[in-house]
């Protein structure tokens, strides 16, 4: 059971999780590096239990790569999981074998429907162990990862591939094109590549920091850095977990925030670490990369910083600019839009903060709608998704005046939402009406899968009214509640 603290915080008793950071007696949120090995051992029993001499598990291709950190470990696998096909008395479905074991789908007469406005769940997949830390969301592909060490792929919610690494729980993931980035509970960055030929096929292509980076760097005594105390460190390397990643617009670069309160920028093309920023006082919970070379970190120190990317010859320095927010709770999540245009940060108090592009440095106001942290964002176009330790998704939609309304909340989670990841339905040439499809991963052990389906806006319905836009300066949400935007 969940228990408010006198703030509304999470108290340090709720969901003992390595990836929600607890708080300290000052109401912030601080690092919790105790991960469990209790969940990977009860996965492991899992599978041996349901397995026998004739049902052995798929097979694991080994891929061998130049730039594995760990040459006599190699982690780098890939499986190939078809679940159309039928099987016989002596093959055991992959299926069976997978931690996935229950899926359970609800199926609305009108869901099929390319007209339909229905908006609500549509179907949850549901882990026997293990919780669901990250998330994202390609076409009609689905990545998700969790403690078990393996990514899983989905496709029409069934199954398609999964492929493993030895790195720990899976606490980030982002795509550029053919290549899919994950962060991990060791502070490593894992890079993979779908192959051409089989796309459920993904092989492991790079290690961040590369081994050869790793030698290269530790024969030079400039290159140690002091963390915790005395001991040291070679600066490209995080030693504590990446909490977070991000590209740039140009997909150039890579960030990765981590709870050593650094963050670190990545050359995608040749892997190689190009700068380390001691960006804060506390753990790092959120990094995105921006419009025009703008960076902004969140962290457990309550601030958001805003850095921009400069270059000096053929080297890359990012150069602080200023704090966007100072305050006593935990920054928990960081999201910028699509246009580039707008900022939203979550807070371990439940706001959520929104900047303006325009006027970076004046705060735009701020929205609740939840009754604890939100702990992650998702926008598309104008809509904007946030997931909170309430268990609850509030979907925002942002007029062309600036204002916020809350349009939905999606409640069907028994725990804190941890990961969000949208699709617009017209991109995969499902629809042509205004619908996404809404992925959340949660500490419930589960993903769910939703339909958010938008009417015209306001100002759209009052234009072809013949009313001028505009009147309403404060709007509702679907259960009432006024919401308005609030300054500072």
Request: glycine letters at 6%; a positive charge; charged letters at 25%.
């Amino acid at each position: 059971m969940m228990k408010n603290s006198p703030a509304g915080d999470i108290t340090a008793n709720s969901y003992n999780d390595a990836n929600v950071p607890r708080q300290n007696p000052a109401g912030k949120f601080t690092n919790n590096n105790d991960h469990r090995t209790k969940d990977m051992v009860d996965e492991l029993s899992f599978r041996l239990r349901n397995m026998s001499d004739n049902n052995l598990p798929p097979q694991l291709e080994d891929i061998d790569s130049p730039t594995d950190d760990d040459a006599s470990n190699r982690d780098s696998y890939t499986s190939r999981m078809f679940f159309g096909a039928s099987s016989t008395s002596h093959q055991m479905s992959p299926l069976m074998r997978s931690p996935w074991a229950s899926y359970v789908e609800r199926s609305p007469t009108d869901i099929s429907d390319a007209n339909s406005n229905y908006t609500g769940l549509m179907a949850s997949l549901v882990r026997e162990e293990g919780n669901i830390y990250s998330l994202a969301a390609s076409g009609d592909l689905l990545y998700t990862g969790s403690d078990s060490k393996n990514i899983r792929v989905w496709k029409n919610h069934k199954e398609y591939s999964w492929f493993k690494s030895n790195s720990g729980l899976v606490k980030s993931i982002v795509i550029a094109s053919e290549k899919i980035f994950t962060g991990h509970q060791d502070g490593k960055v894992r890079v993979w590549r779908v192959s051409v030929k089989n796309p459920s096929v993904h092989k492991r292509v790079g290690t961040l920091p590369t081994f050869k980076s790793v030698v290269k760097k530790s024969m030079k005594p400039k290159n140690y850095t002091e963390v915790r105390g005395s001991h040291k460190n070679i600066w490209i390397k995080h030693f504590d977990a990446i909490s977070s990643l991000s590209l740039s617009e140009d997909q150039s670069i890579l960030y990765s925030g981590s709870w050593d309160t650094t963050v670190k920028v990545w050359s995608v093309s040749d892997f190689k670490c190009l700068e380390s920023i001691t960006a804060h006082d506390d753990a790092i919970n959120s990094v995105v990369a921006g419009f025009e070379g703008m960076v902004f970190s969140g962290s457990a120190d309550g601030t958001v910083k805003a850095w921009r990317r400069e270059f000096h010859g053929k080297r890359t320095k990012h150069f602080f600019i200023d704090n966007l927010l100072k305050q006593e709770c935990a920054v928990t999540s960081l999201i910028i839009n699509q246009a580039g245009t707008m900022i939203y940060c979550g807070s371990s108090n439940g706001f959520l903060h929104f900047w303006e592009r325009e006027k970076l440095l004046s705060r735009g106001g701020r929205l609740k709608g939840h009754k604890l942290a939100v702990l992650c964002l998702a926008t598309m176009e104008n809509m904007v998704f946030s997931g909170s330790a309430d268990t609850n998704i509030c979907v925002w939609r942002r007029d062309k005046g600036g204002e916020h309304k809350c349009l939905h909340v999606l409640s069907g989670h028994t725990g804190p939402v941890k990961c969000l990841a949208v699709e617009d339905e017209r991109r995969v040439g499902m629809v042509s009406r205004c619908r996404w499809t809404v992925y959340s991963g949660s500490l419930d052990k589960s993903v769910k899968i939703w339909r958010v389906s938008v009417e015209a806006t306001e100002v759209e319905r009052q234009q072809s009214s013949g009313l001028p836009p505009g009147n309403s300066s404060r709007a509702r949400s679907s259960s009432g509640q006024m919401f308005s935007r609030m300054r500072e």
